[in-house]
């Protein structure tokens, strides 16, 4: 049974910094693309980082990031754990949102359930 959980979520400052963590098992995760998505209220999913499935550390793998969240977020991988983190680092209110771990590989995609950030005063 493929799982992905998302877990770090919750109610940040302005400025301040989240890690979020997506722990997976059921497929093989060290094959898959994995990816960070978030959807805000009343907008539309959009991806945020993506991260590939070759290299053998964080620093041989090919990263890519929304214009919006660029030198503010990091995407890295740890294929012994079957973990995705996202670092959010100088928050702001507008990334506020529901955000989700997705796997894909061809046609497979899988999706976790989400975990909220919400930026806030």
């Known amino acids: 049974q493929v799982q992905l959980v998302e877990s770090g979520g919750g109610l940040v400052q302005p400025g301040g910094s989240l890690r979020l963590s997506c722990t997976t098992s059921?497929?093989?995760?060290?094959?898959?693309?994995m990816n960070w998505y978030r959807q805000a209220p009343g907008k539309e999913r959009e991806l945020v980082a993506s991260i590939s499935n070759f290299g053998s550390s964080n620093f041989g793998r090919s990263t890519n990031y929304a214009d919006s969240v660029k030198g503010r977020f990091t995407i890295s991988r740890d294929n012994a754990k079957n973990t995705v983190y996202l670092q959010m680092n100088s928050l702001n209110v507008e990334d506020t949102a529901v955000y989700y771990c997705?796997?894909?590989?061809?046609?497979?995609?899988?999706w976790g359930k989400g975990t909220l950030v919400t930026v806030s005063s």
């Open positions: 997705n796997a894909r590989r061809a046609a497979m995609d899988y």
């Open positions: 059921g497929f093989s995760f060290s094959s898959y693309i």
